[in-house]
């Protein structure tokens, strides 16, 4: 069985309990065994290595340090984390001064970079560690009649030098792991584009236009919810879909679900035990579509 280090991050914890709840128990059940470490901290996100690029890099190499020293590969499940964590990963195994200089910082609090582990975002886990094939040999309630929206966010596909997820171009792993649960993949116009998340807090008028032309063009394309990878993507499209309601008076009710709902839902678990009534959009028309 394989077993990782669990990087859950800062949101996931605080705001989405179905995140976590259904990676866990779609991992458990493909025989994958995630690892709880203690003191795991902040990833240092994109915001902050705008700010501070050799702090961010020591507080990410800080998090790698203590699944080194329990000889555990990283998940992350956030997007922003899955970066975070890859890049200085990468960065610090390329080079050696930028690994002296971090590791001088971490000397501070007894830890060093060695260069010993892999960080990988949770669908890569999924298609590396178990494969399509598999995933659609354990779909126990396949989603045949279910249309879905695809939506990688921006934080998993680039600098794909680094990151090493998919084409960042023309992605695929998405889409074959929808359709590995039966359902059906919609293209849709822009899909690569930001959803807003981050912008929320700088300027939140162009964070709703953003999600409110996702919300436009999935609709247009027929879809019936949104498959995300990220949390700041789902607050933007799930909470985002009250403030468009709000401003622009236009109802959608597009649910909102992490891909790993998808297929905690294909596998078999009770929509009980999911926390999806935590999903500002009810889920409940998904649910009766594969009902």
């Known amino acids: 069985m394989k077993r990782y280090a669990l990087f859950l991050g800062c949101t996931i914890p605080a705001r989405q309990p179905n995140y976590e709840l259904s990676a866990r128990k779609t ?31 020591a507080v990410a190499a800080y998090n790698i340090c203590l699944a080194e020293e329990a000889g555990l590969d990283i998940v992350a499940l956030c997007n922003g984390c899955f970066e975070s964590l890859a890049m200085a990963n990468a960065a610090l195994k390329k080079d050696k001064n930028l690994r002296a200089k971090i590791n001088e910082i ?102 709703l236009d953003l999600a409110r032309e996702k919300l436009v063009n999935t609709t247009k394309a027929g879809a019936e919810c949104i498959t995300t990878l990220c949390p700041f993507c789902f607050v933007a499209l799930d909470i985002g879909q009250v403030q468009v309601k709000s401003k622009f008076n236009e ?10 709902e998808l297929l905690a839902l294909a596998l078999g678990v009770d929509p009980e035990e999911l926390a999806l009534r935590s999903h500002k959009v009810k889920t409940d028309m998904v649910l009766e579509k594969i009902a």
């Open 27 to 57: 991992l458990a059940k493909l025989g994958v065994e995630l690892v709880d470490l203690d003191n795991f901290t902040c990833c240092c996100p994109p915001p902050i290595q705008s700010i501070n690029l050799e702090s961010s890099q």
């Open 106 to 207: 971490l000397a501070e609090v007894g830890k060093e970079f060695k260069g010993t582990i892999e960080v990988k975002h949770f669908l890569q886990v999924l298609i590396d560690d178990i494969g399509v094939e598999a995933i659609k040999a354990s779909v126990v309630k396949p989603l045949s009649t279910l249309k879905v929206a695809p939506f990688y966010g921006c934080h998993s596909l680039r600098p794909s030098e680094l990151l090493q997820f998919d084409d960042p171009e023309r992605p695929h792993i998405l889409e074959d792991l929808i359709e590995a649960l039966g359902a059906e993949s919609i293209e849709y116009r822009d899909k690569l584009k930001c959803c807003g998340g981050l912008l929320r807090g700088v300027s939140d008028d162009l964070a």
């Open 251 to 260: 109802v959608y009710d597009m649910p909102i679900l992490h891909y790993s």
